[in-house]
Nanobody
Framework: QVQLAESGGGKVQAGGSLRLSCAASGSIFSITSMGWYRQAPGKQRELVARITTRGSTNYADSVKGRFTISRDGAKNTVYLQMSSLKPEDTAVYYC?????????????WGLGTQVTVSS
């Protein structure tokens, strides 16, 4: 079992910045990658950014150049630095951890944190 605790959401004006944090606890040895997803009202949940335990990253095209995902292995924490925010970035942001134990893959999710960007 992995528990994820998100923090850092809030309200910001367009062009502003926010940093989200996600702290993992529990069976952290099984985590192979962590990421941030978001879900806006009436839309499907979508990938924002992912980072592997080796540091490889990938981003949604809509956030490339504006968002940066990073990790602190010592703190078992992943960060999402969001800059140049746009109203269309408004969504609930969810932290995700992908785990593997032998051949079994399992995803864990945080409860989500609201990000609201006003124009």
């Amino acid at each position: 079992q992995v528990q994820l605790a998100e923090s850092g959401g809030g309200k910001v004006q367009a062009g502003g910045s926010l940093r989200l944090s996600c702290a993992a606890s529990g069976s952290i040895f099984s985590i192979t990658s962590m990421g941030w997803y978001r879900q806006a009202p009436g839309k499907q949940r979508e990938l924002v950014a992912r980072i592997t335990t080796r540091g490889s990253t990938n981003y949604a095209d809509s956030v490339k150049g504006r968002f940066t995902i990073s990790r602190d292995g010592a703190k078992n924490t992943v960060y999402l630095q969001m800059s140049s925010l746009k109203p269309e970035d408004t969504a609930v942001y969810y932290c995700n951890a992908e785990t593997w134990v032998n051949t079994d893959e399992m995803d864990y999710w945080g409860l989500g944190t609201q990000v609201t960007v006003s124009s």
